[in-house]
């Protein structure tokens, strides 16, 4: 078919919003933002002759606008017409998609979901002990058929997210005996990570940036050398022969380096 005899039809009345609710800053619901997206449930392709070919699902499934097409649509709202008519030529030259069509697996996005509540949810992630979440998490991943995740791999997951009940910035001190700890969300222990450049990857950069807890944070992590002007001044060269021939990179005391008054 030629794209510049084909059009797009579609009825400005069929179209719907859908509004899907993100996580508010209490982590007591779905992780990201609100976001707003446009559908419809069929459309029509008109050709040269008008004739008029009509599509749809066959359960009539929300086809969900994109962006190119959304900008075109809204270009023409000056039109009193309720029809909209888009060229495919106008479509195919910017090579950008026209619809997307959501893919579902009940089962497995019901599992992802119960994982994702077990270590980012409050008012269940912050309820466990240390053996509760581990023991769940693992079983919810062999449910969710990642049993061949190793268990210290989770281990570390849950680690990362326990604190010491005095300071957020710090690690529970293990070495004595029925130590007291709290265990945090995903979201919370990024947020209150000791190193300020793990934070920063992270979402709210805005947040991140004013918070009286950002300039406590001097924890070296992996992400250091990314953000340095000269990261080479923070590397040692020096190369342990006896394991490994290739270059091993070591973080350096950075004081040393500090200009004094």
């Known amino acids: 078919m030629g794209g510049k005899k084909w059009k797009l039809h579609l009825d400005r009345d069929n179209v719907n919003i859908e509004t899907i609710v993100g996580m508010g800053d209490d982590d007591d619901s779905d992780d990201g933002l609100d976001v707003i997206r446009e559908y419809v449930t ?40 309720t029809d909209i ?31 994702m509540s077990i270590i980012n949810l409050k008012t269940r992630t912050c309820s466990y002990t240390k053996d509760e979440i581990l023991r769940d998490f693992i079983n919810k991943l062999i449910e969710c058929g990642m049993g ?36 945090l969300t995903l979201r919370q222990a990024l947020e209150a990570n000791p190193s300020i450049q793990v934070t920063m990857q992270y979402e709210n950069l805005q947040k991140t940036l004013y918070k009286p807890i950002s300039f406590r944070k001097t924890k070296a992590s992996k992400l250091d050398m990314f953000a340095n002007v000269q990261p080479q001044v923070y590397i040692s060269e020096e190369v342990d022969d006896t394991t490994d021939s290739r270059p091993v990179f070591e973080v350096m005391d950075r004081t040393r380096f500090m200009k004094k008054d």
């Open 42 to 81: 069929e459309f029509q392709l008109v050709g040269p002759d008008d004739e008029v070919i009509n599509v749809c699902g066959n359960n009539n499934e929300s086809l969900y606008i994109s962006d190119k097409l959304s900008a075109i649509i809204n270009s023409k709202q000056y039109e009193d017409d």
């Open 85 to 115: 008519y888009v060229g495919l030529d106008e479509l195919q030259s910017s090579g950008s998609p026209i619809f997307y069509v959501g893919i579902y697996n009940d089962d497995l996005g019901k599992n992802l979901k119960e994982v």
């Open 148 to 183: 061949g995740i190793r268990s210290v791999h989770a281990e570390l997951i849950i680690m990362n997210q326990m604190r010491s009940v005095d300071d957020i910035l710090e690690n529970p001190d293990w070495d004595y005996p029925n130590q007291q700890y709290r265990i």
